[in-house]
């Protein structure tokens, strides 16, 4: 039996420093540790954050466009913060040391927001015009919620490249479970968010804030267990020292040589002999034909012949130029996310608020919470995801003659169409809703004769849109990342979702102020029977369309990337 087969030889190691042994960590054995983290942590995210848009209307005395307008800038700035998270652990932490330190970021955070919806001392006074919160309450909260998205962003980037990670990419048999890892990743996130939009949000809405907040922060402590319990077992990549750097590297270096002339004959261009690329357990990357401005930084002159080290700000390998080149070519995939991303985000906002002025009861006693109806998104992807993995796959497949069905990038587009038909059902139910307002006289009534209920297609489109694109997205960058860019690049899809929430906020401020001139209650009024929400929503599905014709053009352009050879 050789090295090869006792150790894994994609460069990772235990968490004391020494050679992994293949049979004795990572793979599945690993896995169920990391996926309940990530089970425990989502359940905890989105308990806290699923009915936060009725939090602060209600508790704080925020209306419905300054508190949709909050929870989106908050929502976005949890997946912009995975940029630096994702930076320190490329560069200086690790992946799991980086998840261990953000995760008690974390956790602090849900502790005071905790404390914040408990203490009586800060809670507000309530009267007929509604709740009156102090400003020490609302300073508490932010800043509470603020940590929570700073935490958030050194596990998000992290946790799915970090499961990853337990295959061995040069392994034929661990790197076909990989891409089933994905899809189990996904779930795993979706039943935390199951037991999150169904039973806390009900705590929230009939116990109390207090035990609607502390249940989220004790699961999260739980989360971090998790993740501890399974040190023994987990492959480690080390960090590989900044991303930016060697980008930078290839930018300056093919700049300084703007002069000079590429040869025909990729073969002259600078690389390493070794097997694999400087970086140690980085695989090397197959010279491609686009870019080739940047290839000059691969052109060896006759100063560095003569030189007996090379200055990485002069001359590069070819594998640190087709690293910038991938980053390059994965920005237009990365844009057309945003549109589909601000059409997620209205689950969070204005399906919540068109649910609160529709029917929520179940039978004469029981009323539903209408940011409960979020688990029709999470029933979605639970049944899809495994339906995608058993049937659609195989019966694709007999088709496309593609391992896994269809390409990443097809998985993606078909996520796409189906967020068009979610805007589609929303905007055509809230059009019937407003037909009942104003036939039956009912503009000021709180709610209307019409069961929440009717919300769910919308949901449900949502979900199956989600198992395509966003599962997609998270194997797309993974898989397409330079191998010591991964965290970054997993970052980087995420920030699709923090953009698309900008978005989404751009949007409703814009709207708000060009529908309410002139004394108009506008499309997003605070009694929403006196506005046109399926305006907006008609608004978004038509940049749908915009942006799934767009991505078309994007993906048939798209080159994926091509690796020379495995480390030995």
Avoid at 308 to 327: A, G
Avoid at 374 to 402: C, G, K, M, N, Q
């Amino acid at each position: 039996m050789t090295d090869n087969d006792i150790y894994t030889t994609d460069g990772t190691v235990t968490l004391k420093n020494e050679r992994a042994i293949r049979s004795k960590t990572g793979n599945w054995k690993a896995c169920p540790f990391i996926l309940g983290n990530e089970c425990c942590e989502r359940l905890a995210y989105y308990g806290m954050s699923t009915n936060l848009v009725n939090y602060l209307s209600d508790r704080l005395n925020q209306g419905s466009v300054r508190a949709s307008t909050n929870v989106s800038n908050w929502s976005g700035t949890c997946y912009a913060t995975p940029l630096l998270g994702a930076f320190l652990a490329d560069a200086y932490l690790g992946r799991y040391w980086t998840i261990a330190s953000f995760s008690v970021i974390y956790f602090i955070g849900m502790a005071l927001l905790t404390l914040s919806a408990s203490l009586k001392s800060l809670q507000p006074v309530c009267d007929a015009d509604g709740c009156h919160p102090s400003s020490t309450l609302t300073t508490i909260t932010f800043v509470a919620l603020y940590m929570i998205a700073l935490g958030t962003g050194g596990i998000k980037p992290c946790v799915s490249s970090f499961g990853a990670d337990q295959f061995d990419e040069t392994d034929v048999r661990e790197r076909k479970r990989k891409s089933s890892f994905f899809n189990w990743f996904y779930l795993s996130i979706n039943i935390g968010a199951l037991f999150a939009s169904s039973v806390l949000v009900w705590i929230q809405m009939n116990v109390g804030w207090g035990w609607g907040f502390g249940v989220p922060a004790v699961a999260m402590a739980i989360a971090v267990v998790f993740f501890f319990s399974g040190s023994p077992l987990y492959r480690i990549q080390k960090p590989s020292g900044s991303p930016f750097v060697r980008l930078f590297q290839v930018v300056i270096a093919s700049f300084r040589k703007i002069s000079v002339k590429v040869p025909k004959d990729n073969s002259l261009l600078y690389e390493t002999t070794d097997a694999e690329s400087q970086i140690v357990g980085s695989r090397k990357l197959a010279h491609s034909n686009k870019l080739r401005f940047f290839d000059k930084a691969a052109v060896e002159t006759e100063s560095d012949c003569n030189k007996t080290t090379n200055n990485p700000w002069k001359l590069c390998t070819v594998t640190q130029v087709e690293e910038l080149k991938s980053i390059i070519g994965l920005l237009p995939v990365w844009a057309s996310g945003i549109i589909f991303a601000a059409v997620y985000s209205q689950m969070s906002t204005m399906f919540v608020l068109q649910g609160n002025t529709m029917d929520q009861h179940i039978g004469p006693n029981f009323k539903i919470p209408s940011a409960s109806l979020s688990i029709f998104d999470t029933l979605s992807v639970i049944f899809w995801a495994p339906v995608y993995e058993r049937v659609i796959i195989p019966i694709a497949r007999r088709y496309t003659r593609h391992e896994r069905g269809f390409t990443q990038l097809q998985r993606m587009g078909i996520g796409l169409l189906i967020s068009l038909f979610s805007m589609m059902a929303a905007a055509g139910l809230e059009v019937v809703r407003l037909n009942y307002v104003k036939k039956h006289n009912l503009y000021d009534e709180e709610t209307i004769p019409i069961t929440i209920f009717w919300q769910v297609p919308q949901y449900f489109l949502i979900g199956c849109a989600e198992v395509f694109t966003f599962i997609g997205q998270l194997e797309f960058f993974y898989d397409q990342a330079p191998d010591a860019m991964r965290s970054l690049c997993s970052a980087l899809s995420l920030t699709t979702i923090a953009l698309g929430n900008y978005l989404s906020t751009a949007l409703v401020t814009v709207v708000a102020e060009v529908t309410t001139k002139n004394g108009k209650p506008g499309w997003i009024a605070n009694n929403l029977n006196e506005g046109h929400l399926d305006y907006f929503f008609a608004l978004l599905a038509v940049l749908s369309l915009l942006n799934l014709v767009v991505y078309v053009f994007i993906a048939k352009c798209y080159t994926y990337k091509k690796v020379s050879g495995y480390p030995n």
